[in-house]
């Protein structure tokens, strides 16, 4: 089955604007304790978008970093052989801080839950919240997120997935079966 693309470009670029201004709309009081932590691959570009919307909007430019889990997934051998290692790349400390995890597709929750382990491994964030742009609800973690783009539904045997300029030159969303 080819893609079916059920959020377009337009759509796109409209779902991560209302998602930064719901995340400013949360933490208003405490935009100065806030940071962005994007889960590589595409939650980095995504959570660099976000930022930008902030600064544009509110005239302050969270901090942001990225998150590499691939070490802390309890399914790491249907990921690769070989897993790179590297926590991730940030400058700041998550000490007192209000982490927001960013990441493309909430689906299992096993990325959330890596994420979160890495994260605590690091240090200890007064909160932690987590924005995605799709969720399935296809949980076997009880996971949810704070700011979501848009509910997706899918069956077993369908996949959601993410395009996004900075990595495909297109941003969308799509379902595929598998």
Not at 66 to 71: A, G, K, N, Q, V
Not at 74 to 103: A, H, Y
Not at 168 to 177: G, L, M, R, S
């Amino acid at each position: 089955m080819k893609k079916k693309i059920v959020v377009n470009s337009e759509e796109f670029e409209r779902m991560l604007k209302r998602l930064s201004l719901e995340i400013v709309e949360k933490n208003i009081n405490v935009l100065d304790k806030i940071a962005f932590i994007g889960i590589r691959k595409r939650g980095v570009p995504i959570a660099e978008r976000l930022v930008s919307y902030i600064a544009e909007f509110e005239g302050f430019t969270p901090e942001i970093g990225e998150l590499d889990i691939s070490l802390y997934r309890d399914d790491q051998t249907m990921i690769s052989n070989e897993p790179v290692i590297s926590g991730g790349k940030w400058n700041f400390s998550f000490k007192d801080r209000i982490l927001i995890i960013v990441d493309d597709v909430l689906n299992s929750g096993r990325t959330v839950r890596a994420a979160i382990e890495n994260i605590l491994d690091h240090g200890k964030p007064s909160c932690i919240q987590l924005c995605v742009v799709v969720d399935t609800r296809s949980r076997i973690y009880p996971v949810s997120s704070d700011f979501t783009g848009s509910i997706i539904r899918i069956s077993k045997d369908e996949f959601v997935g993410l395009s996004i300029k900075d990595i495909d030159n297109e941003d969308n969303v799509y379902v595929k079966k598998n």
